[in-house]
Structure formats: C-alpha cells, structure tokens
C-alpha cells in the first residue's frame, strides 16, 4: 500500500491483470482486487489486502468475477477527426452503389444549400472493387458540394460541384506524390489520391474553435466507452491547440500524446523550448510524416510493381530528400520521428534512414509497417525503429490484398509474429477513423486473424498470429513506450496512474476461443469512473 489506510477507491472479486506479463512473475498467485488512492494505484493483490487498506470513506465496487486491466493506449488515431467524423456522413459497410448514393443523397436532404457535404469511411472492394465518381454523386446532390475520404485516408471522390469550387478541371496536373483520376477527354472522374486530395480539401472551410472542441468531445466520449485511456494524435496544429485549450478547460477526459506534421518542426520547438514537452494529461514532441500511400488506393510503395497494376510500384509521397533532411532535424533536437511506411521499399528506405542518424533514445517509430521485405522484420531493433502497427487492418485488406500485390509477398503482410520474434518494439493502435476505435477488434485480429470475424472464416497469414499475453501488452504497456509514458502508464502497478478498465469477461478466454466477446462495463482514468456501461457514474 502506498500509503496505508488512505485508499479512495478499491474494486474487489475480480480478476487484476497488472499488465506486467506472466513470464515476469510466474509463482505471483493470480490477484482479485484493486486500490486506487489520489488518482494512482495504490495496490494490486487479494481482496482482504486491499480491505486492510481501506477507510470509512472508501468506496468499494464488487466485480462479481469481472476482469480489470490498465486502459487500453491507441497508439494512433485521428482522433479530432475522429470526433468530426461522429458528427459528419459515414459510409462505413456500406456494400453497394445503390446504399452509397442513398446515403448521401440523404445527406443532402439535411444539408443547408451552401454547406459541404463531408464525411467517408467508404471501401468500394465491398461492391465489387469499381470506384465511385462525381457522377455517382451529381446524381443526388448536383448543387451542395460533396468530398468523401475512403477509409485509409489516401483517396477520396468529389462531386462536380466540389470540383468547381476548389477548381480542379481537365487541366489541373498532378501534384507530386498526388494523382488525379480521369476519364473521357482528360476529365476528372472526382477521385483523386494522396497529394491531389489537398487540392479539393482546401476549400472546405475549416472547422472553428467551437467545432474541433465538439468534436473532441464526442472522441472522448468514444474512447472512453470502449476503454480506451490514452491515444496517440497523427493531427494538424489546429488539433494540437485544441487538446491545449481543452486543458485549460479541464475538459481532456484522456490523455493524449498530440504529434503534428513535419513541417510544423520549427513552432514545435518553438514551444518546447518555452515550456518543454508537457505531461500528465497532455504532453508532445512527435513529427509526423509519410513516405508513401497505402495499399488500398495503390499508392503504397514497392520494389516490385502491383500484381494487378504491373505498370506501378506505388507513390512516394514525399520528396524523400527533403524528408531524411527533416528526420535527421528531429534526432538532433531528441525529439521523435513518427513516420507513415506501408509497402516494402517504403519501410526499407525509412529502416536506412533511421540506422543511419542512429538515435534509439528518440525511440523512432514507423507507422503502419504493413508489408515488409525479406529480412525486414530484424532491422527494426537494430534501428531502435517502434513498430506502430494497427491490426484491426488485417480485416480490410485480408479479403483482397494478395490480388493486389501477389502470394509471394503476403508472408510478410502484417507480419506481427516476425517482428516480435526479431526483438523489435510493437505498439497496437487503431488508425482511427480508417478503422474502428475498438481494441478488441485489433486483438481478435492479431491472435485469429480470421478476416472473416467468426469461428469459420479464413485465418489470414497464421504464421503471423501472436499469443492473446502479447497483443495486450501491445495495447498497453508498448503503446505507451511508444509515446514516452511507460513510467507512468499502460501497467496497474502502485504508484502509476490509475487508468483502467474493467470487462465483463476474461479475455484471454474469448481470444483463446473459450468465450464471448467481453463488454467494457467500466473506464477509469487518474482513478476516476470516467465511463459506466450502467450510466451510473
């Protein structure tokens, strides 16, 4: 007990996993109960340990049997966003054309006459893999403006109207690292990828003040709901101000690690050289960048070309000379690069980069990681790279990735197993909104791997399957490695802070097949019931 007699907060007859893995503490007898004090764990063991330490004004929960671990850390999202996205139009699951125009269709009907229709989360391989286009959407909104991002967040499909707005015509080139879709006479079919995506975003207004706090709102209320504690932010600057000025508020109901984008370099140390790097609820010092595209718009870069697109071995999206120059700014001012590597050659040029400036103790991330070359996985310890990976993936590509890259190369597709088995560093997140914020969906898919979602569908790559222990730790304890918090986050041990969330049921039973699916019942962060399935806190 840290300090006796003091406890605020004790959860008893459950089951505690303290997130420190079993191979650390194997004659430890398992633990029931929980004490929590000032906001830190104050002890982890038996119920009648945990009684002794507790006061007349102690409030104590009885967990009939439920599981209580540390909350789960996303070790990336788009998190405001995210928020923006809960309030905008989601086509996610959407299967057909039909579904897709009538929904925004919909959307337009709701739409003030000015207004931009905005949204996305649509994945044409779930109608067959045919495109949409600005004639999909003229079709049910000709006037209002419509731009919808694909779920990766590396293509989108614009409107007629959006087009003119932001004027993009058959004359318009390609931005490097972008490319604009076109049919007949050299016209745009509305889609457009990677770096041609900002041509049409720009002119939609920016959300203001009101809207981005809004919009962190409902995150929060999100992640809280399906456990999650702490989130590591790829954001804008304007998003980085927000998480600050939600601070002050005393409205961040997690914590947040908020990176910006490489060429906001010079006003983060701006800001770090007047106030450091933070902490407690809000703290930073990550550069965000990207190296290449993604697999499902095949703009991810490879050394091979695309099986279904021999022509192309995908798009650098970033003049690379420029970007090694950026990263090695980064190790020099000991802060850290977070950089976005999905195909093979892509990771192999960030893994040469990050061995040559050398610098582990800025702990170097690669994001994504999706699709290694052979000998690949071993590099990354040498480099002292994090492998930021998002497993909730493998069910979006799982079902259509070898048509587009060939058999040969899918060994080595989210390839989790390997990179454990080398040494390196994995941290689980999300990618929301590309995926669901759920961790359970990121754990089912790292230990099945069944594309499919249940018992009879296909294991993907099972080679590349880890141990239920493993993707836990990755959703905690290495997450929060992977954001500079492990001293005080991401393991139920006394003196940390008492983030944590309690399932209905023992996971590792449902990831071992012996179970359904657990409920997050409830989420604490700094010791505080910040989410109650029972709506009772």
């Known amino acids: ?158 409107n007629s109207a959006a087009l003119q707005r932001a004027g993009v015509t058959a004359t318009t080139p390609d931005p490097p690292g972008g490319h604009i879709d076109r049919g007949p006479e050299g016209l745009p079919t509305g889609v457009v990828r990677d770096r041609a995506m900002p041509l049409i975003a720009c002119a939609i207004p920016e959300p203001d003040e009101g809207a981005l706090d809004a919009a962190l709102d409902r995150a929060v209320a999100h992640a809280l709901s399906v456990g999650v504690t702490q989130v590591h932010d790829m954001g804008q600057w304007a998003h980085f101000e927000t998480y600050r000025r939600m601070l002050r508020g005393g409205r961040l109901g997690v914590r947040v690690y908020s990176a910006v984008q490489m060429p906001d370099l010079d006003r983060l140390l ?42 192309s071995c995908g798009l650098v999206v970033t003049d690379l000379d420029d970007l090694r120059h950026r990263i090695g700014r980064v190790f020099a001012a000991s802060l850290q690069p977070i950089v976005h590597a999905i195909g093979d050659r892509a990771n192999d040029w960030l893994l040469d980069v990050y061995t040559e ?76 909104t590309v995926a669901p914020l759920d961790p359970r969906i990121g754990l089912e898919m790292a230990v099945r791997r069944r594309v499919g979602g249940d018992a009879r569908s296909e294991v993907w790559v099972p080679d590349q399957r880890i141990e239920a222990e493993q993707a836990l730790v990755a959703y905690t304890a290495a997450a929060a490695y992977a954001g500079g918090s492990e001293r005080s986050t991401g393991r139920l041990v006394p003196g940390w802070c008492a983030d944590a969330v309690v399932l209905s049921s023992n996971p590792f039973d449902w990831l071992s097949g012996r179970g359904e699916r657990p409920e997050v019942e409830l989420t604490l962060v700094d010791g505080e019931i910040a989410y109650d399935r029972r709506q009772e806190v």
């Open 1 to 158: 007990m840290t300090s006796g007699g003091s406890v605020t907060l004790a959860l008893t007859g459950g089951r505690v996993w303290s997130g420190v893995p079993s191979t650390a503490k194997p004659d430890q007898p398992a633990a029931t109960a929980l004490a929590i004090e000032g906001g830190r764990v104050a002890w982890v063991g038996s119920d009648d340990e945990v009684r002794n330490g507790s006061r007349a004004g102690t409030r104590t929960i009885d967990l009939h049997g439920r599981w209580v671990g540390p909350g789960f850390i996303d070790a990336h999202t788009h998190f405001i966003d995210g928020g923006l996205q809960l309030g905008a139009l989601d086509l996610r699951g959407v299967d057909s054309r039909e579904e897709f125009t009538r929904r925004v269709g919909a959307a337009a009907d709701q739409t003030a006459p000015d207004a931009w229709i905005t949204g996305g989360n649509w994945d044409e391989q779930r109608w067959g893999g045919r495109l949409p286009s600005r004639h999909w959407l003229d079709a049910v909104s000709p006037k209002r403006p419509v731009y919808l991002v694909r779920s990766d967040l590396h293509m989108a499909v614009a």
């Open 270 to 311: 701006d800001v770090v050289g007047a106030e450091g790097h933070g902490g407690g609820r809000l703290w930073w010092g990550g550069l965000k960048a990207f190296v290449d595209g993604s697999l499902g718009s095949a703009t991810a870069w490879f050394h091979e070309p695309y099986a279904d697109a021999p022509d």
């Open 357 to 432: 400036f050398s610098r582990p103790d800025c702990r170097p991330r690669i994001e994504h990681a999706q699709h290694l070359s052979v000998g690949a996985a071993g590099r990354f310890f040498g480099a002292g790279a994090i492998a930021s990976v998002q497993p909730a993936h493998v069910a979006d590509d799982g079902p259509w990735a070898e048509q587009r890259i060939g058999a040969e190369r899918i060994p080595r597709t989210y390839a989790f197993r390997s990179l454990l088995d080398a040494g390196a560093r994995v941290a689980f997140g999300s990618d929301w």
